[in-house]
T-cell receptor, first 112, second 115 residues
Framework: GQNIDQPTEMTATEGAIVQINCTYQ??????LFWYQQHAGEAPTFLSY????GLEEKGRFSSFLSRSKGYSYLLLKELQMKDSASYLC?????????????FGAGTRLAVHP | GAGVSQSPRYKVAKRGQDVALRCDPI?????LFWYQQALGQGPEFLTY????????KSGLPSDRFFAERPEGSVSTLKIQRTQQEDSAVYLC?????????????FGAGTRLSVL
C-alpha cells in the first residue's frame, strides 16, 4: 500500500522558522517533491529530493532520509505570503514516468 | 510564457449531466496528468498520457470517467452522468518528458460542483 502522512495544520509567527514533516510508505521510491498551494490556485513546485540529505533553495530547504521514509520542509524568515497548503508527494516506481502520490497537505497560517 | 491552462474554471452541473473539462498543457510537454482534489485533501492521480497515448488510467474512479488527448497536446476529461461525489477540483499537470524527477507544472484547476 501507499501512505503519506503530514500534519493537517500548523501556525507560526512572521519572521520565524517552521518545519513541516512528512513520512511515507510507498511501493518503490523515485524521489519526493514539495509543492505549495494557495487557496484556489495551482500547486507550484518548491523542491525535489531523491538522495539523502538537505537541499537548500533560498528561504526554503528540504531534507530526505530514505531509510526512515521521512522528509521535512523548512521555511525560514516566514512572510505572510507563506500562508498556504504545503503538499508532500512521492514518485513511486511506475513504469518510468513521474506519477505523484500526494499527502493530504499541511495548511500553514502565518500570523503577524 | 503560458503555463498550463484549464477551462472552465468553475462548472456547476445537475446530477446526471455530462461534463467536459479542458486542459491546455505547456507547449511541447510530452507528459500530461489529471488529478482529482477533494476539499481539504491532496490531489489524487486519475490518469496519465505520454503524447497521445494513455499509458495509465488506474486512478479513474469509474467507467463514467473518460480522458483523451488525440493530438498529443490538448486533453479533455469527460465525466458522464455526474454524481454528487464527483464534486471536486480537477487539476491538470504537464511535464517536459516522462523521466522520473521531472517537475510537474499544474493548472489552477476546474472546480466542479454537482447539485
Amino acid at each position: 500500500g501507499q501512505n503519506i502522512d503530514q500534519p493537517t495544520e500548523m501556525t507560526a509567527t512572521e519572521g520565524a522558522i517552521v518545519q513541516i514533516n512528512c513520512t511515507y510508505q510507498t511501493s518503490g521510491f523515485n524521489g519526493l517533491f514539495w509543492y505549495q498551494q494557495h487557496a484556489g490556485e495551482a500547486p507550484t513546485f518548491l523542491s525535489y529530493n531523491v538522495l539523502d540529505g538537505l537541499e537548500e533553495k533560498g528561504r526554503f530547504s528540504s531534507f530526505l532520509s530514505r531509510s526512515k521514509g521521512y522528509s521535512y520542509l523548512l521555511l525560514k524568515e516566514l512572510q505572510m505570503k507563506d500562508s498556504a497548503s504545503y503538499l508532500c508527494a512521492v514518485s513511486p516506481l511506475s513504469g518510468g514516468y513521474n506519477k505523484l502520490i500526494f499527502g493530504a497537505g499541511t495548511r500553514l497560517a502565518v500570523h503577524p | 510564457g503560458a503555463g498550463v491552462s484549464q477551462s472552465p474554471r468553475y462548472k456547476v452541473a445537475k446530477r446526471g449531466q455530462d461534463v467536459a473539462l479542458r486542459c491546455d498543457p505547456i507547449s511541447g510537454h510530452v507528459s500530461l496528468f489529471w488529478y482529482q482534489q477533494a476539499l481539504g485533501q491532496g490531489p489524487e492521480f486519475l490518469t496519465y498520457f505520454q503524447n497521445e497515448a494513455q499509458l495509465d488510467k488506474s486512478g479513474l474512479p469509474s467507467d463514467r470517467f473518460f480522458a483523451e488527448r488525440p493530438e498529443g497536446s490538448v486533453s479533455t476529461l469527460k465525466i458522464q452522468r455526474t454524481q454528487q461525489e464527483d464534486s471536486a477540483v480537477y487539476l491538470c499537470a504537464s511535464s517536459p518528458s516522462p523521466g522520473v524527477g521531472n517537475i510537474q507544472y499544474f493548472g489552477a484547476g476546474t472546480r466542479l460542483s454537482v447539485l
